[in-house]
């Protein structure tokens, strides 16, 4: 891709035709995950839209003038006029084409993308899912000299990245900041040289044949296959929840806690997530008010105890939400008194939802034998029914679901892949 500054940008963006500026920096997970993206579909596109990037710690003005707040930035361009939603953060391919239609127009962009030509490629092991457990496989792997690409339809790190601070991983005296954690761990596995495809949509896995359709373009054929794709949030699963998912509710404090600053904030659940993320999110909110079913909350008793002296929350126990609304700017909650059966009203700034999680498995289509949660069958070495498939991490069947558990499961899988293929 071309690259210009800050003194270009009049005649190479702004004096027209079709433009696409990415606004790059260095040392920067997200603009290495975009570049071979742009890479590719600059051969697509390239003859009808301009391809170009700037590197905007070193066009600062130029940046700021313009807003571009954080990198990578895309911005489209049509004649000198800016013509679609800008993309940032972990932007997959599916996103920029979907913009390039704002450019190009719809056909025109369907027209180019079916020229395009499937491409192959072989490794040793593919590893689906870029949290503590295939970053660790990663690890071993690269070290042992075995070709490996870890894919993921986010950017690397898991749940780690999203978690505030994490006390209880071995080898730091202080608490961490999970980003820290996963961005050291990521880094750490990247150097040694195992390839990344990150915020990739992982369209088709057939775990018999070892292919995994990414971007509905790229086959990657593997001798062996590791599954660490995880958990998610679960769901309430009550009227308003998807409605409002993202604007009014979240499930990510880490991420969402610093817009409720001295505001109020209902956190639903009574684990160890809910209790110590609503502590952390205390350190914004004004107030915040726990909901949880039993009439005990199951956290451990180190972050209970941390809670109740926390003259910032409040405990509604033995209560149900029925449904999330809103009025005007504020979030209304429905909360059932589960002794009383009374029905009540909480109204409130934002929802913070921390019920446990779900094994991320959709994408298997039922080729693997589960257990009765739902989770991965393993053997000892994370073997799972399908021959040289194997599965480590939260998405496996097992007792406790940790940062040190996940790794130390991705150590197990890799050493006895590198005994079989090393
Ligand atoms: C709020 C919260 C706080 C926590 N705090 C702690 C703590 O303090 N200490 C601790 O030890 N543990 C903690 N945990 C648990 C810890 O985060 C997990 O045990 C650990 O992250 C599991 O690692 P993993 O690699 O198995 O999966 P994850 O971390 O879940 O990573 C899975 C990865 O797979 C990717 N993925 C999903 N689907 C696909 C797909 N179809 N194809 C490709 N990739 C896919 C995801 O994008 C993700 O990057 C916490 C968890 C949560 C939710």
């Known amino acids: ?41 600059e051969k697509l596109f390239g003859k009808e839209i301009k391809f170009l990037k700037i590197f905007r710690q070193g066009n600062r003005e130029l940046a700021d003038k313009l807003g571009v707040k954080s990198s990578p930035t895309l911005l489209f361009y049509q004649d000198g006029e800016e013509v679609s939603a800008r993309l940032t953060g972990g932007v997959k391919r599916s996103e920029i084409v979907r913009e390039l239609k704002h450019v190009l127009g719809k ?5 180019i993308m079916k020229t395009q030509q499937p491409t192959v490629t072989n490794v040793d092991v593919a590893i689906l899912g870029a949290g503590p457990g295939g970053l660790t496989a990663g690890l071993y792997l690269c070290q042992a000299r075995i070709n490996t690409v870890l894919v993921d339809i986010a950017l690397p790190g898991g749940n780690v990245s999203t978690t505030h601070m994490v006390s209880n991983y071995p080898g730091f005296i202080d608490p961490q900041p999970g980003y820290m954690l996963s961005h050291n761990m990521s880094e ?13 949509d992982v369209t088709h896995v057939d775990l018999q044949k070892k292919e995994i359709l990414i971007d509905a373009q790229e086959t990657i054929r593997a001798k062996r296959i590791i599954i660490a794709t995880g958990t998610s949030p679960n769901r309430i699963g009550i009227p308003g929840e998807l409605e409002f998912k993202g604007n009014g509710i ?20 009574g684990g160890n997530s809910a209790i110590e993320e609503a502590d952390f999110i205390s350190k914004f909110a004004s107030k915040i008010t726990i909901v949880h079913q039993f009439d005990q909350l199951q956290a451990n008793k180190t972050a209970q105890e ?16 029925r449904a999330f609304k809103k009025a005007g700017e504020k979030m209304v909650v429905e909360v059932e008194d589960l002794k009383s059966k009374e029905l009540k009203i909480l109204n409130t700034d934002g929802i913070f939802v921390f019920i446990g999680q779900k094994p991320n498995l959709e994408i298997f289509e039922n080729q693997l034998e589960l ?39 991705g150590t197990i899988a890799a050493i006895a892949i590198t005994r079989e293929i090393g």
């Open 371 to 409: 257990d009765q949660w739902g989770y991965i069958k393993t053997d000892e070495d994370k073997r799972t029914n399908i021959s040289d498939v194997f599965a480590v991490g939260d998405v496996t069947s097992k007792k406790y679901r940790q940062i040190t558990t996940a790794i130390a499961d």
């Open 250 to 269: 979240s499930y990510c404090a880490t991420c969402d806690a610093k817009y409720f600053v001295d505001k109020e904030v209902v956190v639903i659940g």
């Open 1 to 41: 891709m071309k690259e210009i500054v800050a003194v270009d940008y009049e005649n190479e963006v702004l004096a027209g035709g079709n433009v696409l500026v990415d606004f790059y920096s260095t040392e920067c997970p997200p603009c290495e995950a975009i570049a071979p993206k742009l890479e590719t579909l």
């Open 188 to 200: 750490q596995t990247k150097r040694c040289g195992t390839t990344y495809k990150v915020a990739v």
């Open 107 to 111: 056909e025109r962009v369907s027209e």
């Open 306 to 321: 941390k809670a109740f002296a926390n003259p910032k929350i409040s405990f509604m126990l033995s209560h149900e939400p």
